[in-house]
């Protein structure tokens, strides 16, 4: 059973930073697409963050690029979004998700079979 566990959220200050984890079982790590989506109140789901396990690819939404970064730690089954100069528009619940490499890239569309729970990330001005 594929299992999806995020952590991480909080509530911070504008520029501050927080990092996300998401741990990951019950699948071959290295064969799965693995990201980070987030919605907030009245709005639609965005992608925000993707990485591919296998190689390495990354996606960013242009709303966070520079700011956030992603990364994978394949042995401990583990993908990281670091957010740093984080703006009140972040806050949101982010959700990590994860779905086969062989269907294709999960961001920005977020049309994935695997859902973990969301963390709530506040950011106050």
């Known amino acids: 059973e594929v299992q999806l566990q995020a952590s991480g959220g909080g509530l911070v200050q504008a520029g501050g930073s927080l990092r996300l984890s998401c741990a990951a079982s019950?699948?071959?790590?290295?064969?799965?697409?693995i990201g980070w989506f987030r919605q907030a109140p009245g709005k639609e789901r965005e992608g925000v963050s993707c990485?591919?396990?296998?190689?390495?690819?990354?996606y960013y939404a242009d709303s966070v690029k520079g700011r956030f970064t992603i990364s994978s730690d394949n042995a401990k089954n583990t993908v990281y979004l670091q957010m740093n100069s984080l703006k009140p528009e972040d806050t949101a619940v982010y959700y990590c998700a994860a779905d086969p490499a062989v269907y294709g890239r999960i961001c920005p569309h977020g049309y994935v079979e695997h859902w973990g729970q969301g963390t709530q990330v506040t950011v106050s001005s």
């Open positions: 019950g699948f071959t790590f290295d064969d799965y697409n």
């Open positions: 990485i591919e396990t296998s190689d390495g690819s990354t």
